[in-house]
T-cell receptor, first 112, second 113 residues
Framework: DTAVSQTPKYLVTQMGNDKSIKCEQN?????MYWYKQDSKKFLKIMFS???????INETVPNRFSPKSPDKAHLNLHINSLELGDSAVYFC???????????FGPGTRLLVL | SQQGEEDPQALSIQEGENATMNCSYK?????LQWYRQNSGRGLVHLIL?????REKHSGRLRVTLDTSKKSSSLLITASRAADTASYFC?????????????FGRGTQLTVWP
């Protein structure tokens, strides 16, 4: 009965590869987010979608492409992975007009 | 940048003591939230305080907000070892897109049994 789930939990890959992280929420929320947390725990928003429509698109390399097939899912695809992409990526969701966000457990990405 | 800054970066106390963490931010806000992150886990929402509120309580948590100083504090009373975690403040800047939260780097709280 996990509210916000992400797969995989860990991802170790080589530079230059393409990888995807999946996120699903069963809370019935309209809005979903992707965040990146660096090694110093700084958490920064990357994207948000409201009912499959892109709402927030921060200054993120275009190697990162979010995809929302429906309002319960928001996946993150990363092309040509670089060393600096190593971080923990969190998915979150919220009700459309509510401020509180519910976070997934995170995906720990290590690029070698 | 609007991001919040927590202070101190790390705090170490004994069980039963109170823990106070502070957050400062730069621009006007609609609200400020505090989140907790246990090691290796996602963030969990603790409490939200709106810009027209000065103090809020939830169980052992007490949050204050001073919009004139652009600062907030989180007090955890009678701390327990299970309170060991990182605590983040997040601001919802006035005029920004709904849902755009600015987080600080967090305060790492360690509570010793």
């Amino acid at each position: 009965d996990t509210a916000v789930s992400q797969t995989p939990k860990y991802l170790v890959t080589q530079m230059g590869n393409d990888k995807s992280i999946k996120c699903e929420q069963n809370l019935g929320h309209d809005t979903m987010y992707w965040y990146k947390q660096d090694s110093k725990k700084f958490l920064k928003i990357m994207f948000s979608y409201n009912n499959k429509e892109l709402i927030i698109n921060e200054t993120v390399p275009n190697r990162f492409s979010p995809k929302s097939p429906d309002k319960a899912h928001l996946n993150l695809h990363i092309n040509s992975l670089e060393l600096g992409d190593s971080a923990v990526y969190f998915c979150a969701s919220s009700e459309r007009n509510e401020e509180t966000q519910y976070f997934g457990p995170g995906t720990r990405l290590l690029v070698l | 940048s609007q991001q919040g800054e927590e202070d101190p970066q790390a705090l170490s106390i004994q069980e039963g003591e109170n823990a106070t963490m502070n957050c400062s931010y730069k621009t006007s806000i609609n609200n400020l939230q505090w989140y907790r992150q246990n090691s290796g886990r996602g963030l969990v929402h603790l409490i939200l305080i709106r810009s027209n509120e000065r103090e809020k309580h939830s169980g052992r948590l007490r949050v204050t907000l001073d919009t004139s100083k652009k600062s907030s504090s989180l007090l955890i009373t009678a701390s327990r070892a299970a309170d060991t975690a990182s605590y983040f403040c997040a601001t919802d800047a006035r005029g920004s897109t709904l849902g755009r939260l600015y987080f600080g780097r967090g305060t790492q709280l360690t509570v010793w049994p």
